[in-house]
């Protein structure tokens, strides 16, 4: 009786029970079905929306906001990239077929199964990122092919400098995550797959991704790194380019060939996985892996091709918005050469581990620079141009150009100078009491003799005798911008220049006398347009000395090398000349002389300025030298120098009596004045160092010797008469 009465509140519970389920549910699935379609609503209009936005493919294929310089040398080989390079627009139906098997395997392998968003494959990127201890939507994104080329396409914003200072800011906001860019690369995927075909969509992301060492888009990287089309590559070589998507820079083959490599394997490993290749042809292309290309293996040009770009308008080179093409002096051959020669050195003859810094430039006698070097690869080196930007005294570099003022002006070769102490009365600073190398004086020597072992002394009295005035004007004309010193040590080359200023004023000495503006660039020009925007701008300029003062200068400095300082850059087929050069206190140390084919200039030093340990310029400076000419000249046939021996002055008497072991004096009438007779020789009588140098207050006056009767004596004696020793 007691079941019957509850048997109808056991069902009015369960009724009531049902009834809240269901409104409940009624209510799930009212809200359900409203939110699901305007979520439906949103994203069909957000596609709908961006669909009306897109572009023809056409028009997303090159995505750079600046322009690039592609660098051509003297042959008109590739040799060096600026910039973004882009190879041109490659369809996905015309790119290798291993190239587009190699991407879709690494990057998303559903890629003709879905509509522009794969859940699994976000479900699985969510599931890894978890178990890795990351965020959700951190690290793997799962995106496919589509969402890619979303990204790349900054979900249709467009670069604005306004908003973004560079293009790499730009890019990097772009390819940011959060919730947000996700939920919004949806539609934009989904409009993406409406109004693309999928070749059309691999088509926008082979041309818009970025591959490292410059290169936009596979024709561009696969033209970078293996000199060929992106439709000819290898299954090994399309493999490595895949490999880059994941972390560009990372994997770039000209970075680091063998990370490069390993990160190909694991892509042939998925292609084989996936049936795009065989076990047998996987085996193949991990035997053959990918190798680059002679140009991109040699990198060569680097310091050059960075000068260069400093060569031309800004807004045509660094800061292009165009693809420029720029053919240069460049002589990959002479590079490698110089590069090989300076590794020698270092190598053999120098400690493990050091610090110290070399150049080398390399030019014509015209200026045409052929190679340079502008620094060694060590650590802190950084790409500072140690041959076009660091201002190093010259030392006895320098003194040639005392030479050549004195040459110019009517001396001889073989005009006598003492070579005995001296000390000159600065106004302003005291007495200043030059010394030789090796604290030696060696008395009445020739200006030949003088030069080739490099003594202090006889280039100071030249260049008082012709003037500072002169000495500096024929310097600057040679092409030696810097400020250069006022005093007499001016003739001790405490002034300071660059390597590359150097090198141009000693091919000015080789080319007869005529000054020269080093280049690089030889023309510019838009690629694709046969017009040149800019010429060469360098070359051989105006006289400075007269050709026959070069030629005798040119016997001088081969003097140097046979008989002087200059020993160990000697060669064995080829006539050579040449300076040593070493600053106070050794800081640099340089060689810089030339053959009758090219004009070779090194400096050694420290970039902290720090004292080099047993190095002079007649020491490592000149074997680098030597081991970089002998290097450029094989194979080269060998040709004399354009240098003028002295010849005897007809009238004058032997200078027989200065004759010591070693100098350079031939037998014979000589010609020239009488010893002494030009420069000082005996100190103990009366007269003055005049000329210029009197006139500049720096040299007390004194009488002038009695005219001789000889015009060019009676000169010298104005401007160098014998004082007490004191200057």
């Not at 490069?260 to 996936?274: F, P």
């Not at 590794?343 to 430039?361: L, R, T, Y």
């Not at 194979?635 to 350079?664: E, F, K, N, W, Y």
């Amino acid at each position: 009786h007691r079941d019957l009465h509850s048997f109808p509140t056991r069902r009015s519970s369960d009724l009531l029970i049902l009834g809240l389920v269901s409104l409940i549910w009624r209510i799930i699935w009212g809200v359900g079905w409203r939110v699901t379609a305007l979520i439906a609503l949103i994203v069909a209009g957000s596609t709908a929306y961006f669909y009306q936005q897109l572009p023809e493919v056409s028009a997303l294929v090159d995505a750079r906001a600046r322009g690039s310089v592609t660098m051509l040398d003297r042959d008109g080989q590739v040799y060096a990239w600026r910039g973004e390079t882009f190879g041109g627009m490659i369809t996905s139906d015309h790119v290798s077929k291993y190239l587009r098997e190699a991407v879709i395997a690494t990057e998303d392998k559903r890629f003709y199964g879905h509509l522009g968003i794969s859940p699994r494959g976000i479900a699985s990127a969510i599931k890894i990122n978890l178990a890795e201890g990351r965020g959700p939507l951190s690290g793997n994104g799962g995106s496919t092919i589509t969402q890619q080329v979303a990204k790349l396409l900054c979900l249709g914003v467009q670069y604005d400098p306004t908003i973004w200072k560079t293009e790499g800011e730009y890019e990097e906001d772009c390819r940011a995550g959060g919730v947000w860019r996700k939920v919004k690369e949806i539609p934009f995927a989904l409009a993406m797959e409406a109004k693309y075909s999928k070749a059309e969509i691999l088509t926008i992301y082979f041309n818009r991704a970025y591959l490292g060492a410059g290169a936009r888009g596979f024709e561009a990287a696969s033209q970078r790194y293996f000199g060929k089309s992106a439709a000819n590559v290898t299954a090994p070589e399309a493999a490595m380019l895949a490999g880059l998507l994941k972390a560009p820079s990372r994997y770039a083959p000209t970075s680091n060939l063998q990370r490069a490599q390993d990160r190909a394997n694991v892509i042939i490993g998925l292609m084989e996985e996936q049936g795009y290749l065989t076990a047998t042809e996987a085996s193949e292309a991990r035997a053959n892996p990918a190798q680059l290309s002679e140009a991109a293996a040699k990198n060569a040009g680097g310091f050059f091709a960075d000068w260069v770009m400093e060569s031309g308008p800004t807004f045509l080179t660094k800061d292009t918005t165009e693809d420029v093409i720029i053919r240069t002096t460049l002589d990959q051959q002479i590079q490698r050469k110089a590069e090989a020669g300076l590794a020698h050195v270092f190598d053999s003859k120098v400690k493990a581990g050091s610090e110290a810094q070399a150049a080398i430039v390399v030019m014509s006698a015209d200026g045409a620079v052929r190679a340079m070097v502008g620094g060694r690869k060590t650590q802190g080196a950084g790409s500072f141009n140690r041959a076009t930007q660091a201002l190093r005294q010259t030392g006895s570099t320098f003194k040639p150009f005392v030479y050549a003022a004195a040459l110019d002006l009517g001396y001889s070769p073989l005009d006598i100078v003492d070579d005995s102490p001296l000390t000159m009365n600065i106004k302003g600073s005291g007495p200043w009491t030059p010394e030789n190398y090796d604290k030696k004086f060696e008395g009445p020597i020739t200006l030949v003799r003088a030069l080739a072992e490099s003594r202090n002394i006889p280039a100071v009295k030249i260049s008082e005798a012709v003037g500072r005035d002169v000495v500096r004007q024929v310097a600057s004309q040679f092409g030696l911008k810097s400020d250069l010193a006022a005093g007499p040590a001016l003739a001790l080359g405490a002034s300071e220049s660059t390597l590359l200023e150097m090198t141009g004023a000693y091919a000015g000495i080789l080319n007869g006398g005529s000054s020269v503006k080093p280049y690089g660039l030889v023309s510019l020009q838009l690629q694709g347009e046969e017009a040149e925007l800019i010429g060469q701008d360098g070359g051989i300029g105006e006289r400075v000395i007269q050709t026959e003062a070069a030629q005798q200068l040119i016997y001088m400095l081969a003097q140097v090398v046979e008989n002087g300082t200059g020993g160990r850059a000697r060669l064995r087929n080829h006539p050579v000349a040449g300076k040593t050069g070493t600053t106070n206190g050794a800081r640099d140390a340089w060689f810089i002389g030339f053959s009758a084919h090219y004009v070779v200039g090194v400096w050694m030093g420290y970039d902290d300025n720090r004292k080099l340990q047993g190095v002079t310029g007649a020491g490592l400076p000149a074997e680098i030298w030597h081991e970089v000419m002998a290097r450029i000249h094989e194979g080269v046939p060998p040709q004399p120098l354009p240098l003028l021996p002295p010849q005897p002055r007809q009238g004058q008497i032997s200078a027989t009596s200065p004759q010591q072991p070693g100098d350079m004096i031939p037998a014979g009438n000589i010609g020239g004045p009488a010893p002494g007779s030009n420069l000082p020789v005996d100190l103990g009588g009366g007269g003055q160092m005049g000329g210029q140098a009197a006139s500049s207050g720096n040299v007390a006056p004194a009488p002038a010797p009695a005219p001789s009767g000889d015009p060019l004596q009676d000169a010298l004696n104005e401007a160098l008469g014998a004082t007490g020793g004191l200057y």
